[in-house]
């Protein structure tokens, strides 16, 4: 799929050639707008949409997946559109939204729906929905537009979507002393021990990733909170961990250890590949 969209980059035209499904026999409707949805792993959605140019069903394509040298019909879409899934994934639109999208023109009951064959029909306005649904999509970047929030949130209102900001305000916080020096003999020592600050969790280093600006910088998180302790005790810093925001935000937010955290971190990984 790189390279597919490498060379559309570039303008070059790009075709594929796509299982017909259960659209076995008869032919595609000449230019019928053609969607390519994934449905297996993450990220689940369209990735693509073109036009089948003839709609002319084809045999000559080897399915090695069925009894050796069969056949299946197929069809060759040229692409107008397309991104890479597993490379740009917030690019893709999600089976939640194309789901949306086919119950609001009354096309299926929604369900989070896969498509259950290749093939599958879809109205022409649907069709024109989704195509303009992508579009908007690759334009916007990683943020969703206005229009999808609107419509994954059916509560949510045109006032919902501003809100005034900026006014000063005066705050008065009761709050647990923090020391400090101590943070900066932790990060020190740690940096002549090891010479990075590497998040004990992940791994994460500041300077590697954004040279000099990230140099010497990491967080600290005290295994016992400051909000729980009774009352004014001595910290060591052995008691403080250095790790990256990321992190120091998810080991608050679960309370979590830091030996929690990495079994958590490597479980998600291997479920990810």
Same mark, same amino acid.
Request: hydrophobic fraction near 35%.
């Given at each position: 799929?790189?390279?597919?969209?490498?060379?559309?980059?570039?303008?070059?035209?790009?075709?594929?050639? @796509?299982?017909?499904?259960?659209?076995?026999?008869?032919?595609?409707?000449?230019?019928?707008?053609?969607?390519?949805?994934?449905?297996?792993?993450?990220?689940?959605?369209?990735?693509?949409?073109?036009?089948?140019?003839?709609? =002319?069903?084809?045999?000559?394509?080897?399915? @090695?997946?069925?009894?050796?040298?069969?056949?299946?019909?197929?069809?060759?879409? =040229? !692409?107008?559109?397309?991104?890479?899934?597993?490379?740009?994934?917030?690019?893709?639109?999600?089976?939640?939204?194309?789901?949306?999208?086919?119950?609001?023109?009354?096309?299926?009951?929604?369900?989070?729906?896969?498509?259950?064959?290749?093939?599958?029909?879809?109205?022409?306005?649907?069709?024109?929905?989704?195509?303009?649904?992508?579009?908007?999509?690759?334009?916007?970047?990683?943020?969703?537009?206005?229009?999808?929030?609107?419509?994954?949130?059916?509560?949510?209102?045109?006032?919902?979507?501003?809100?005034?900001?900026?006014?000063?305000?005066?705050?008065?916080?009761?709050?647990?002393?923090?020391?400090?020096?101590?943070?900066?003999?932790?990060?020190?020592?740690?940096?002549?021990?090891?010479?990075?600050?590497?998040?004990?969790?992940?791994?994460?280093?500041?300077?590697?990733?954004?040279?000099?600006?990230?140099?010497?910088?990491?967080?600290?998180?005290?295994?016992?909170?400051?909000?729980? !302790?009774?009352?004014?005790?001595?910290?060591?810093?052995?008691? !403080?961990?250095?790790? +990256?925001?990321? +992190?120091?935000?998810?080991?608050?937010?679960?309370?979590?250890?830091?030996?929690?955290?990495?079994?958590?971190?490597?479980?998600?990984? !291997?479920? +990810?590949?």
């Amino acid at each position: 799929m790189n390279q597919i969209v490498q060379d559309m980059a570039t303008g070059q035209p790009a075709a594929i050639v @796509w299982n017909a499904g259960i659209r076995s026999k008869t032919p595609f409707p000449p230019g019928s707008r053609a969607f390519m949805v994934r449905t297996g792993k993450e990220p689940r959605g369209v990735f693509a949409y073109g036009s089948i140019p003839t709609g =002319e069903l084809l045999d000559d394509w080897k399915n @090695w997946g069925k009894a050796q040298g069969g056949k299946v019909p197929h069809v060759e879409i =040229e !692409l107008e559109k397309a991104i890479n899934p597993d490379t740009q994934p917030e690019q893709v639109i999600s089976l939640q939204l194309f789901s949306l999208q086919l119950f609001k023109e009354r096309h299926y009951p929604y369900n989070e729906w896969n498509p259950p064959a290749s093939g599958t029909p879809i109205r022409d306005q649907t069709a024109d929905q989704l195509r303009a649904l992508f579009d908007a999509r690759q334009n916007a970047g990683s943020i969703p537009t206005t229009q999808e929030m609107r419509d994954l949130d059916p509560y949510l209102e045109p006032k919902d979507l501003a809100a005034p900001e900026g006014r000063l305000l005066w705050k008065i916080h009761l709050e647990r002393e923090r020391n400090p020096a101590l943070v900066k003999k932790k990060k020190r020592t740690v940096l002549r021990a090891t010479g990075s600050l590497a998040c004990e969790v992940c791994g994460f280093d500041f300077f590697k990733t954004y040279g000099q600006l990230g140099r010497e910088f990491a967080e600290c998180h005290h295994r016992t909170p400051l909000s729980l !302790l009774a009352g004014i005790r001595d910290t060591r810093l052995e008691d !403080l961990d250095i790790v +990256c925001a990321n +992190c120091h935000r998810m080991l608050h937010r679960g309370k979590l250890t830091i030996a929690e955290l990495q079994n958590l971190l490597e479980a998600q990984n !291997l479920n +990810c590949n």
